[in-house]
């Protein structure tokens, strides 16, 4: 049986919420998401990009970063088979970075790591102006520790925290809770 979407959208701010609080995360206060606390960026820590390629298209200011590429920023990491970085039009160049990153693409087996929450998925995309990150795929799985949130799109508001996940198409977001795992020794 299929559900609406408004039915599913409670039902997955109910879960969420139950994972954040499950998981430590801070819950928004009156709001039925959760917030995740790990992932997040930081702009004032340098950022360092390692791959087996690099080609830069300047006149359509994208840099593509092909072969075992690492994203590393302070404790977040993002690991990926290609990253396309797609700079804004500003007059900066895409081949020395001097020009800001409008959005990132990447693909080929993803894996977002910060502080101790890790996210996977096949694709991703992050906007840089509205601090979106979705990650989709066959199967997208969120976890911290041993608790664990899967379905196949997980959409983050990194300024927020706030997060939600829809469930694959013939399928269910599924959640698994651990009682006790998020206690700190």
């Given at each position: ?21 499950a998981?430590?995360a ?6 039925p998401?959760?917030?995740l ?8 820590e340098?950022?360092e990009i390692?791959?087996?390629k690099l080609?830069?298209?300047?006149a ?9 590429v ?7 990491i ?37 502080d101790?929450?890790?996210?996977t ?6 906007d ?7 990650l ?30 829809d ?19």
């Open positions: 049986m299929r559900q609406t979407s408004s039915v599913v959208a409670v039902s997955l701010a109910t879960l969420l919420a139950a994972f954040a609080v998981c430590g801070a819950a928004a206060e009156d709001k998401e959760s917030r606390t790990g992932l997040r960026l930081n702009g004032k340098p950022i390692a791959s087996d080609e830069v298209k300047e359509e200011n994208v840099a593509i970063f092909t072969g075992n690492t994203v590393e920023q302070g404790p977040t993002l690991k990926s088979g290609r990253m396309t970085v797609h700079y804004a039009k500003d007059g900066g160049s895409a081949a020395t970075g001097s020009s800001s990153i409008d959005r990132l693409e990447v693909d080929g087996k993803v894996y977002v790591k910060s101790n929450q890790v996210a998925g096949d694709q991703g995309m992050f840089m102006k509205t601090e979106t990150l979705v989709s795929g066959k199967e997208v799985v969120l976890s911290e520790g041993q608790n664990v949130l899967a379905g196949c799109k997980l959409t983050v508001q990194m300024k927020t925290g706030q997060a939600k996940v469930p694959c198409p013939q399928g269910r977001v599924q959640v698994k809770i651990v009682p006790g795992s998020s206690k700190k020794p």
